[in-house]
């Protein structure tokens, strides 16, 4: 996944920037198709603010966290996106599933009253 960086009211950093692109790159399997990202760092009122911006073709993935220390708000941001990203994929696999249909439950409620 290809990430932009942005720093507000921050010095930029690689070691920040090669860090958070490792941990994507760990919960991007969960994504089905390509998608582009932008992570924003900036410093409010003496925390750390981390916001991601997912755009996939499936769906837009936002998430943001807060945190004195940079690194815990870029994992608890990272772990909101990985929920939604398991979330989307239990979406799109599962809604085929014959058993999940409106005809197999119909079934379903016939076969017991009978």
């Known amino acids: 996944m290809q990430l932009k960086f942005t720093f507000k009211h921050l010095d930029s950093s690689e070691f920040i920037k090669n ?4 941990s994507m790159d760990q919960i991007e399997v969960f994504l089905l198709k390509e998608s ?16 991601f911006d997912v755009h996939s073709k499936q769906k837009h993935f936002h998430a943001k966290a807060r945190h004195e220390n940079i690194y815990t708000a870029v994992h608890e941001a990272l772990h909101r996106l990985e929920r939604q990203f398991i ?3 239990k979406i799109y ?6 058993d999940q249909t409106k005809e197999a439950r119909t079934r379903q409620i016939w076969r017991k009253a009978a």
């Open 87 to 89: 979330k989307v994929k």
């Open 36 to 51: 582009m990202g932008h992570v924003t760092f900036s410093k409010v009122k003496g925390e750390f603010l981390v916001e």
């Open 19 to 22: 860090h958070t692109q490792e």
């Open 93 to 98: 696999r599962n809604h085929k599933n014959a």
